[in-house]
């Protein structure tokens, strides 16, 4: 069973106050990896992007305590007023996102932004 992986993007996307970071998840995203990746994700927020995009296309799970680390996530982006939005989640992912209510507090879309 393959880790799970965070990848960041070596610069943002775009350039100036409207930068868009791209960070693409792999692999598990369960109770176990969910603390790192969500300190990983706070320290890319405080570095100051204006929106953070979480890939989630290579995710081949998702638990209900991997949702952890986005709720991490979403509390640091509101206190940096920085949008969060999670692209390429499938249908089982959303289900879990709208069942632990990160749909409220996040854009999820199932493309690119």
Do not use: W
Not at 59 to 79: K, N, Q
Not at 103 to 109: E, F, K, M, N
């Amino acid at each position: 069973m393959r880790l799970f992986r965070l990848r960041f993007p070596r610069r943002p996307v775009g350039r100036g106050p409207s930068a868009r970071e791209v960070v693409r998840l792999h692999g598990e995203l369960d109770a176990r990896s969910a603390r790192t990746i969500g300190r990983r994700l706070v320290r890319l927020i405080d570095a100051g992007p204006q929106v953070l995009e979480i890939d989630l296309g290579a995710v081949t799970y998702l638990s209900p305590d991997g949702c952890t680390a986005l709720f991490v996530a979403a509390r640091a982006a509101r206190a940096h007023d920085i949008r969060l939005v999670v692209t390429h989640a499938d249908e089982r992912a959303r289900s879990i996102l709208d069942q632990v209510g990160l749909d409220r507090v996040l854009t999820v879309r199932r493309g690119e932004p």
